[in-house]
T-cell receptor, first 115, second 114 residues
Framework: KNQVEQSPQSLIILEGKNCTLQ??????????LRWYKQDTGRGPVSLTI?????NTKSNGRYTATLDADTKQSSLHITASQLSDSASYIC??????????????FGKGTHLIIQP | EADIYQTPRYLVIGTGKKITLECSQTMGHDKMYWYQQDPGMELHLIHY???????EKGDLSSESTVSRIRTEHFPLTLESARPSHTSQYLCASSPGQGYNSPLHFGNGTRLTVT
């Protein structure tokens, strides 16, 4: 069964500090991996997507990495801001598609930025 | 921000009531989805549609039904609500083609059944 595991489950850091969130997956065959940010009371919003051939992609202060051999991804947040407080969800897509695009969701990492 | 709207945002109802959660998108997306999200848990797919008159059940067993009569509208109906239906319901859409298209989510309906 395809699985996406995220760690840590929750994280508290001070404003201005950096942090890294982890995502390990067993989805195969792999198509792409996407990180979403979900603010409290809102729907998830896409941050970045990684395909098989990409190993790093940035979106402002967010940098995602992918190691398709070890099936691991990370999301690094630089110089954190209070607005970064949110849940970050890793979603992996199976290449063959399957039902409803073959998406497997992680449970998310709940990040709190303290002033 | 994507143009996908869900109403109501919050709903508290009694057991046995029939309810419809509304979802509309103005992007002309062919694909639409309903997900259920509980605190600290992953999103679970309950229904999806690849176009008008196309609906499928997702991975999560659900007592709800959906319809897709118009491209922009994908309502979800519970014929008889129960406390076990208490959850957050998220609607999403995506373009019909391409593996790299993201899901665009609405802001959800938080349902409480008493």
């Amino acid at each position: 069964k395809n699985q996406v595991e995220q760690s840590p489950q929750s994280l508290i850091i001070l404003e201005g500090k950096n942090c890294t969130l982890q995502c390990n997956y067993t989805v195969s065959p792999f198509s792409n991996l996407r990180w979403y940010k979900q603010d409290t009371g809102r729907g998830p919003v896409s941050l970045t997507i990684m395909t098989f051939s990409e190993n790093t992609k940035s979106n402002g202060r967010y940098t995602a990495t992918l190691d398709a051999d070890t099936k691991q991804s990370s999301l690094h947040i630089t110089a954190s801001q209070l607005s970064d407080s949110a849940s970050y969800i890793c979603v992996v897509r199976e290449y063959s598609g399957g039902g409803a695009d073959g998406l497997t969701f992680g449970k998310g990492t709940h990040l709190i930025i303290q002033p | 921000e994507a143009d996908i709207y869900q109403t109501p945002r919050y709903l508290v109802i009694g057991t046995g009531k029939k309810i419809t959660l509304e979802c509309s998108q103005t992007m002309g997306h062919d694909k639409m989805y309903w997900y259920q999200q509980d605190p600290g848990m992953e999103l679970h797919l309950i229904h999806y549609s690849y176009g008008v008159n196309s609906t499928e059940k997702g991975d999560l067993s659900s007592e709800s039904t959906v319809s897709r009569i118009r491209t922009e509208h994908f309502p979800l109906t519970l014929e008889s609500a129960r406390p076990s239906h208490t959850s957050q319901y998220l609607c999403a859409s995506s373009p019909g083609q391409g593996y790299n298209s993201p899901l665009h989510f609405g802001n959800g309906t938080r349902l409480t059944v008493t």
